[in-house]
């Protein structure tokens, strides 16, 4: 079953040819140890996670008086994983870590979340939560609720939305209220109802942190209006003390995949008000967050990636293995493999270029999580690239599955097989840590207003431009690539001239086309280091890949970019009575 | 509930103002009987159909020793169904038919598979059936097996496929062996293994009545190769003589969505061999299976848009409730619905421009299905547009489900909101019936080989362009369009000179663009007929929709001719070791 993770050959390529994982690695890591990290993922995803994949889904979370209970394969899955110390994976020594370079810790998870993604999920939300704390908390924060995280023996839950606030926060109605001062800081008492819980309640760990977004309520003064006034909270399950906290599990949402990770209403204060020490001062709960969801989108658009990868090897594998007609002209005999016919070839490439496309673009976003600490210009291209890497590898990921579907034929629409679910469960992906419209008004609101992480992006497309120009094979992608990123520079320049109307109405086309830019670009930087082997299978592969995607891709940029040009601000001015 | 069902509005718009009804009534039926049947069916479906949606989404058919079991409320539903005589509306009166234009059973219908698209299933594929014998089958069999159905007492299936024949008919293995004759004509007995068989075997009807495709087996003689050998069957599960036959289910499928409508894998001939009498003469299968496959693709595509339909609907009326945050500039003060966000109406308008784009494709179908017995252009051209109908309203009917998710953000992700299984229930869609692939070549390789429907297709669209262009407030569209199809013209030429793997290399590629431009040309025609009232909220409609698929749709185009008219053919060119 392993045959269907993500190919080894495949991170290589990506971490050490292409990404430069050496250059991150200095002194913490070397080759010898990578490789044994990447190894041991691999084993441990195909024998801990891959086999309960469809069991999670079969069995769903249920709620009884005692809590919420998970299917035990998953607990088993996560306490390996704690046991080989890979919740620590990315943390620094002093916490307890392996120091991992972002890079290599996001290459190893890809395994897991491509063999069963719900059950990842669990760390994805420990791992972020945790490096919250580490980042804002005080010492005393980290030692108490962030170190059992790391070591996976406790897990993390983000508690943002609410049933009238989901993706615009400064509607947020939970209160905290000022409960004296301990050895873990200022405590409060919080009131409030969260929703979309993910890992909101389970049996699987010894304990949940809660990172509540909250607003402090003084006696007698009014709250602050929209997202100023909001809080961050660390809310545990069970107090220090061992006592139960004052959270409750209101009800699980039925979801049509992802079904592993729990899903919960969790009423915060029903009785007295559910203890919470603040993370940092008042009022800075948002920009708290965004660190953590930053992270999350990032850990999204991966699992995204994974699920469309795993997906394309399931099709690559059925199509050469079902024997189904002749290619015309072929006239009688055995039938062929599926993989003869030029139509599913078409399909597997569209897939590969995908799968390909957004494993590739969120590494290297991991990649600039390494440098942005020290790089600030590779913490300007991450912040622009976040928006891009979330939504492409949600929507083209999920293309992938739908395509893995399209190849199995009648198979691939019974739960006999495995891409239906990868389809079911990839579709949460443009949805959570931001919808894709959310991301688009993130990218051309806020990511674009000012010009700086285009012009970063730009010269490291006209870098490889060059290099493609220095040679011979490509030069017709890097022209096209040139002239595409014109275009997108002049349409991003007439979205800001546009006001908020225009902004509003073409910002989800401006991401897509963006999208498809940024892919293009790294396929062809990819493909230039393939050039010298274009008979390899591997290194030939990608630069089909790359020809595919300038061939029939790359041109659907003009659909994105022409209505920005053309002025169009058809949502804006539509009233609704004509919907 | 009916709410979500088509609106009254949208049928009256197409079936009398667009696709004059009432000239293909004659005097079948007048315009009061026909609203009385609209009414009817609108109520029906929302009453008897719409109530176990979910229902039988969740509780599966299963199978015992007795046979197999489907919810009673898809049995208690098409029994109300055959009680009002819905079953015999399109068949004509000396069949005991209501000779109802096919234009207006379809509409008819098409509420039917909006409410509950895997109970109305059985509708479609028992009307097929008995369609397929009241044309080819003598009138013995007619009698015994064809108005049972129209009665709605008996079902029918049409059993095709087999496990290793799937999308390729000339590997059917099922083998035909004569055994004299009777009134009913010459009798066989049939062994052999039928997969995908949907309405296979149930509890719901008296009897059930399969269409076998099989090969007549002469002792001594080889079955001739491919599809020429091929003839169609007809096996009752019950014979006449009320024995059970021999046809036994081997396993259901479990699938995805579209789970009211048993499927299953059928052997026939575990013993003596399954008693079947044949249609017609040997070798005539193919064809006549196609009169019926036909019917069906037709059927599917209004399925397809029918569940787009009825996305959109639910996505309006959600975005309407909804309340989340301000529009920017708004400041504060209460939230507003989504609806107030441009890129919300933007996703609606998509969904307003897919969902009614397809269901006046497919009632287009209809109409020329209507014209098809007196007219040669109108078969012809119902030839030419069988495979877009049915790719086209398959592929943008799943995308509005989509875009209904998205709308409903991660409410639209749990099973408590009907849009999940909406999406699930059409994935079936671009499989069944022929793959998107197979209608790929179908259009391609087959219904453009000569330019005939071409030609007719054209001179309609000239038409709308000229009426267009007559009038002041289109003509930009009507530009637009008649470039549009010049360069699909000119692609069709190239493809036909391109050879077999050129064509196979880009068949789809072709059937997208196609399909955009008859829907673009539709769009166009429609809104010509509203231009008089643009303040008109539902005629107002039309003209934003038209608008909308003129400057965001329309220039897709340009992609999928683009490697067409560059001679690519990468699917067929790229070695499989390279994928």
Known sequence: ??????????????????????????????????????????????????????????????????????????????????????????????????????LLANASFAQFL?????????????????????????????TQFALPQIEGRWFGTMCLSEPQAGSNLGDVATRAVADGADALGDRYRLTGNKMWISGGDHDLSENIVHLVLAKVAEPGRATEEGTKGLSLFVVPKFLPTGARNDVAVAGLNHKMGYRGTTNCLLNFGEGEGALGWIIGT?????PQMFKMMNEARIGVALGAAALGYRGYRHALAYARERRQGRPSGAGAGPSRPILAHPDVR????????????ALALVLYCAKLVDRAEQDAEAATLLALLTPIAKTWASEYGLAVNDIAIQVHGGYGYTRDFDV???????????????????????LAGRKLRDGAGLAILRTRIAETIARAEAGAALTGHAEALDLC?????????????????????????????????VVGWQ??????????????PFRGGKLWACRYFFEREMPRIDAWLRPIEAGSDIGAAVPAEFL
């Open 346 to 357: 078409d399909m597997l490439l569209t897939a590969k270029c995908y799968a390909e496309g």
């Open 282 to 286: 008042p009022g800075q709960g948002l």
């Open 1 to 102: 079953m392993s045959e269907y993770l993500i190919a080894r050959e495949e991170l290589d390529f990506l971490l050490w040819d292409w990404l430069d994982l050496a250059g991150d690695c200095g002194d913490a890591v070397d080759r010898e140890s990578a490789d044994a990290i990447l190894d041991l993922s691999a084993r441990l995803a195909a024998d801990a996670f891959l086999p309960h994949y469809k069991t999670a889904d079969r069995v769903e979370p249920f709620q009884d008086g005692t809590g919420v209970h998970a299917l035990p394969e998953i607990g088993a899955a996560l306490r390996e994983y704690a046991e080989l110390g890979l919740f620590a994976a990315s943390f620094p020594p002093e916490l307890g870590g392996l120091g991992l370079p972002s």
């Open 420 to 442: 239906e679910q990868l389809w079911r469960d990839n579709r949460l992906n443009p949805i959570h840590e931001g919808t894709t419209g959310i991301q688009a008004l993130d």
């Open 485 to 517: 990123w014109r275009r997108i520079a002049d349409a991003v320049g007439t979205l800001r001239d546009a006001g908020s109307q225009g902004m509003a109405s073409n910002a989800t086309a401006l991401l897509r086309a963006f999208g498809h830019g």
């Open 114 to 142: 491509a063999a069963n993604v719900s059950t990842a999920a669990y760390v994805m939300l420990t791992t972020a939560n945790a490096r919250l704390l580490a980042t804002f908390g005080s010492p005393a924060q980290i």
């Open 523 to 536: 396929w062809l930087d990819r493909a230039l280091l393939c050039t010298d082997a274009p008979e390899d």
